[in-house]
Protein backbone atom coordinates (compact mmCIF):
# COMPACT_ATOMS: atom_id res chain seq x y z
CA UNK A 1 0.00 0.00 0.00
CA UNK A 2 1.52 3.34 -1.38
CA UNK A 3 1.93 5.98 1.70
CA UNK A 4 -0.15 9.11 1.95
CA UNK A 5 1.18 12.18 2.32
CA UNK A 6 -0.20 15.53 3.76
CA UNK A 7 1.60 18.66 4.29
CA UNK A 8 4.49 17.76 6.70
CA UNK A 9 3.56 14.18 7.40
CA UNK A 10 3.36 10.72 6.15
CA UNK A 11 1.54 7.31 7.01
CA UNK A 12 2.48 4.44 6.13
CA UNK A 13 2.50 0.68 7.18
CA UNK A 14 4.92 -1.00 8.82
CA UNK A 15 7.67 -1.98 6.41
CA UNK A 16 10.36 -3.51 8.81
CA UNK A 17 11.64 -4.46 12.08
CA UNK A 18 12.84 -1.55 12.77
CA UNK A 19 9.52 0.25 11.88
CA UNK A 20 7.83 -1.87 14.36
CA UNK A 21 10.49 -1.28 16.82
CA UNK A 22 9.88 2.37 16.54
CA UNK A 23 6.21 2.28 16.82
CA UNK A 24 6.39 -0.25 20.30
CA UNK A 25 9.32 2.72 21.37
CA UNK A 26 6.28 5.55 21.04
CA UNK A 27 4.17 2.97 22.57
CA UNK A 28 6.10 2.76 25.91
CA UNK A 29 6.92 6.46 25.78
CA UNK A 30 3.12 7.23 25.83
CA UNK A 31 1.69 4.60 27.67
CA UNK A 32 3.63 3.95 30.44
CA UNK A 33 7.31 6.53 30.99
CA UNK A 34 4.98 9.52 31.02
CA UNK A 35 2.54 8.42 33.60
CA UNK A 36 5.22 6.74 36.21
CA UNK A 37 4.55 3.36 34.82
CA UNK A 38 7.26 0.86 34.85
CA UNK A 39 9.17 1.46 31.90
CA UNK A 40 8.74 -1.21 30.21
CA UNK A 41 7.71 -2.37 26.83
CA UNK A 42 4.58 -1.95 25.85
CA UNK A 43 4.26 -5.24 23.32
CA UNK A 44 2.29 -7.89 23.22
CA UNK A 45 1.05 -11.00 21.06
CA UNK A 46 -1.21 -9.06 19.59
CA UNK A 47 1.43 -7.25 17.44
CA UNK A 48 2.05 -9.81 15.15
CA UNK A 49 -0.80 -9.91 13.61
CA UNK A 50 -1.87 -6.53 13.46
CA UNK A 51 -1.05 -4.32 10.53
CA UNK A 52 1.07 -1.15 11.82
CA UNK A 53 0.20 2.34 10.63
CA UNK A 54 2.78 4.83 11.46
CA UNK A 55 2.99 8.78 10.74
CA UNK A 56 6.22 10.34 10.05
CA UNK A 57 8.13 13.37 9.68
CA UNK A 58 9.90 14.83 6.63
CA UNK A 59 13.35 13.39 8.89
CA UNK A 60 11.93 10.51 9.62
CA UNK A 61 10.46 11.02 12.84
CA UNK A 62 7.66 9.16 14.41
CA UNK A 63 4.72 11.00 15.60
CA UNK A 64 1.94 8.63 15.55
CA UNK A 65 1.38 5.14 15.47
CA UNK A 66 -1.51 2.49 16.11
CA UNK A 67 -2.16 -1.14 15.04
CA UNK A 68 -5.01 -2.71 13.25
CA UNK A 69 -6.17 -6.28 13.09
CA UNK A 70 -8.08 -7.29 9.98
CA UNK A 71 -10.48 -9.95 11.11
CA UNK A 72 -12.38 -12.31 7.85
CA UNK A 73 -15.70 -11.88 9.74
CA UNK A 74 -17.41 -11.21 13.43
CA UNK A 75 -17.03 -14.70 13.77
CA UNK A 76 -13.52 -14.85 14.55
CA UNK A 77 -13.95 -11.68 16.92
CA UNK A 78 -12.50 -13.59 19.77
CA UNK A 79 -9.30 -13.08 18.50
CA UNK A 80 -9.63 -9.31 19.04
CA UNK A 81 -7.72 -7.93 22.32
CA UNK A 82 -10.80 -5.93 22.92
CA UNK A 83 -12.48 -9.52 23.30
CA UNK A 84 -10.90 -9.54 26.78
CA UNK A 85 -12.53 -6.67 27.79
CA UNK A 86 -15.91 -7.09 26.67
CA UNK A 87 -18.18 -9.83 25.58
CA UNK A 88 -18.26 -9.30 21.74
CA UNK A 89 -20.52 -12.56 21.11
CA UNK A 90 -23.50 -10.85 19.31
CA UNK A 91 -20.89 -9.81 16.54
CA UNK A 92 -20.43 -13.54 15.63
CA UNK A 93 -23.12 -12.67 13.35
CA UNK A 94 -21.25 -10.46 10.82
CA UNK A 95 -20.61 -12.41 8.01
CA UNK A 96 -18.11 -9.61 6.55
CA UNK A 97 -14.76 -8.06 7.41
CA UNK A 98 -14.45 -6.43 10.65
CA UNK A 99 -11.76 -4.38 11.69
CA UNK A 100 -9.70 -3.74 15.30
CA UNK A 101 -7.93 -0.21 15.88
CA UNK A 102 -6.00 -0.38 18.74
CA UNK A 103 -2.90 1.15 20.47
CA UNK A 104 -3.38 4.66 18.94
CA UNK A 105 -1.25 6.74 20.10
CA UNK A 106 0.78 10.62 19.41
CA UNK A 107 3.86 12.19 20.15
CA UNK A 108 3.13 14.53 22.89
CA UNK A 109 5.24 16.65 21.22
CA UNK A 110 3.63 16.54 17.90
CA UNK A 111 -0.25 17.58 18.67
CA UNK A 112 -1.09 18.95 14.72
CA UNK A 113 -4.93 17.73 13.92
CA UNK A 114 -3.34 16.50 10.25
CA UNK A 115 -1.54 13.64 11.86
CA UNK A 116 -4.96 11.89 13.04
CA UNK A 117 -6.76 12.81 9.78
CA UNK A 118 -3.39 11.29 8.24
CA UNK A 119 -4.27 7.89 10.16
CA UNK A 120 -7.73 7.82 9.23
CA UNK A 121 -6.97 8.61 5.81
CA UNK A 122 -4.77 5.10 5.50
CA UNK A 123 -7.28 3.20 7.45
CA UNK A 124 -10.28 4.03 5.41
CA UNK A 125 -7.59 2.31 2.68
CA UNK A 126 -7.62 -0.42 4.58
CA UNK A 127 -11.70 -0.54 5.90
CA UNK A 128 -12.14 -0.49 1.65
CA UNK A 129 -10.39 -2.88 0.82
CA UNK A 130 -11.26 -5.13 2.73
CA UNK A 131 -15.39 -4.31 2.45
CA UNK A 132 -15.20 -3.89 5.72
CA UNK A 133 -18.43 -3.70 7.50
CA UNK A 134 -17.50 -2.47 11.14
CA UNK A 135 -14.77 -0.43 12.93
CA UNK A 136 -13.97 -1.41 16.35
CA UNK A 137 -11.97 -1.31 19.72
CA UNK A 138 -10.75 0.12 22.83
CA UNK A 139 -10.70 3.65 23.15
CA UNK A 140 -8.48 5.22 26.69
CA UNK A 141 -9.35 8.25 28.58
CA UNK A 142 -5.77 8.82 30.56
CA UNK A 143 -6.04 7.77 34.35
CA UNK A 144 -8.02 4.86 35.50
CA UNK A 145 -9.97 6.76 38.06
CA UNK A 146 -13.76 7.13 36.50
CA UNK A 147 -13.87 10.20 39.23
CA UNK A 148 -11.80 11.51 36.72
CA UNK A 149 -13.62 11.46 33.76
CA UNK A 150 -17.08 11.95 35.00
CA UNK A 151 -18.16 14.64 32.81
CA UNK A 152 -17.15 12.76 29.96
CA UNK A 153 -18.21 9.73 30.68
CA UNK A 154 -22.25 10.74 31.76
CA UNK A 155 -22.16 12.46 28.31
CA UNK A 156 -21.46 9.31 26.68
CA UNK A 157 -24.05 7.93 28.95
CA UNK A 158 -26.65 10.18 27.69
CA UNK A 159 -25.88 10.09 24.07
CA UNK A 160 -23.55 7.18 22.87
CA UNK A 161 -24.32 3.86 24.68
CA UNK A 162 -25.01 0.74 23.14
CA UNK A 163 -25.38 -3.01 25.28
CA UNK A 164 -22.95 -4.74 25.80
CA UNK A 165 -22.22 -7.53 28.13
CA UNK A 166 -19.11 -6.97 30.58
CA UNK A 167 -16.79 -9.47 30.56
CA UNK A 168 -13.84 -7.77 32.65
CA UNK A 169 -15.57 -7.59 36.66
CA UNK A 170 -13.23 -4.59 37.16
CA UNK A 171 -15.56 -2.26 35.34
CA UNK A 172 -18.18 0.75 36.18
CA UNK A 173 -21.87 0.80 34.23
CA UNK A 174 -22.23 3.86 32.63
CA UNK A 175 -26.21 4.64 32.05
CA UNK A 176 -26.49 6.01 35.72
CA UNK A 177 -24.45 8.83 35.06
CA UNK A 178 -26.44 9.94 32.29
CA UNK A 179 -28.35 11.65 34.67
CA UNK A 180 -25.04 14.37 35.13
CA UNK A 181 -24.25 15.35 31.76
CA UNK A 182 -23.15 18.26 30.93
CA UNK A 183 -25.20 20.54 28.58
CA UNK A 184 -22.31 21.27 26.05
CA UNK A 185 -19.93 18.22 24.99
CA UNK A 186 -16.63 17.83 27.35
CA UNK A 187 -13.12 16.96 26.31
CA UNK A 188 -12.88 13.63 24.59
CA UNK A 189 -9.95 11.81 23.70
CA UNK A 190 -9.29 13.04 20.17
CA UNK A 191 -9.74 9.22 18.61
CA UNK A 192 -12.84 9.09 20.30
CA UNK A 193 -14.83 12.05 19.54
CA UNK A 194 -13.87 11.04 15.69
CA UNK A 195 -15.57 7.93 16.16
CA UNK A 196 -18.34 9.50 17.24
CA UNK A 197 -18.44 12.28 14.90
CA UNK A 198 -19.00 9.54 11.92
CA UNK A 199 -21.88 7.64 13.97
CA UNK A 200 -19.82 5.53 16.15
CA UNK A 201 -21.29 4.53 19.70
CA UNK A 202 -19.82 2.78 22.77
CA UNK A 203 -20.61 0.02 25.24
CA UNK A 204 -22.76 0.92 28.55
CA UNK A 205 -19.56 -0.08 30.65
CA UNK A 206 -16.28 1.22 31.24
CA UNK A 207 -13.49 -0.70 31.85
CA UNK A 208 -10.68 -0.18 34.23
CA UNK A 209 -7.13 -0.80 32.78
CA UNK A 210 -4.81 -0.67 36.28
CA UNK A 211 -1.62 -2.03 34.19
CA UNK A 212 -2.02 0.91 32.03
CA UNK A 213 -3.72 3.36 34.20
CA UNK A 214 -6.24 3.86 32.03
CA UNK A 215 -10.41 3.45 31.57
CA UNK A 216 -11.56 2.59 28.35
CA UNK A 217 -14.70 1.88 26.33
CA UNK A 218 -15.58 -0.32 23.51
CA UNK A 219 -16.40 2.20 20.68
CA UNK A 220 -17.68 0.95 17.37
CA UNK A 221 -18.55 2.09 14.03
CA UNK A 222 -21.31 0.70 11.07
CA UNK A 223 -19.04 1.44 8.25
CA UNK A 224 -22.39 1.80 6.07
CA UNK A 225 -23.65 4.47 8.65
CA UNK A 226 -20.80 6.85 8.31
CA UNK A 227 -22.46 9.99 6.73
CA UNK A 228 -22.48 10.04 2.77
CA UNK A 229 -20.34 13.62 3.07
CA UNK A 230 -17.50 12.59 5.70
CA UNK A 231 -17.35 9.26 3.92
CA UNK A 232 -16.98 11.13 0.88
CA UNK A 233 -14.07 13.48 2.85
CA UNK A 234 -11.97 10.26 3.87
CA UNK A 235 -12.10 8.50 0.38
CA UNK A 236 -10.55 11.98 -1.36
CA UNK A 237 -8.22 12.30 1.63
CA UNK A 238 -7.50 8.47 1.27
CA UNK A 239 -6.74 9.35 -2.80
CA UNK A 240 -9.17 6.57 -3.55
CA UNK A 241 -10.45 6.84 -7.23
CA UNK A 242 -14.19 6.33 -6.46
CA UNK A 243 -13.44 9.59 -4.02
CA UNK A 244 -16.14 11.35 -5.40
CA UNK A 245 -19.06 8.46 -5.47
Same mark, same amino acid.
Given at each position: ???? @????????? &?????? @???????????? $??????????? /?? /??????????????????? &????? *?????? /??????????????????????? @?????????????????????????????????????????????????? =???????????????????????? @??????????????? &????????????????????????? *??? =??????????????? $? &???????????? /???
Amino acid at each position: MQPL @IRGLYTAHL &ARSDAD @IAAALTLRQLVF $RTRRGLPDTSD /AD /AYDTACDHILVTTPHGTLV &ACCRV *LRLTSG /AVVQNSYSAQFYDLTPLHQIPDP @IVELGRFCLHPDHPDPDILRLVWGLLTRLVDADRARLLFGCTSFDGADPA =LHRPALAWLARNHLHPVAARSADH @IALAPLAAFAPDRPP &ALPPLLRTYLAMGGWVSDHAVIDRD *LNT =LHVLTALDVAAVPPA $R &ARALRALADFPN /AGS
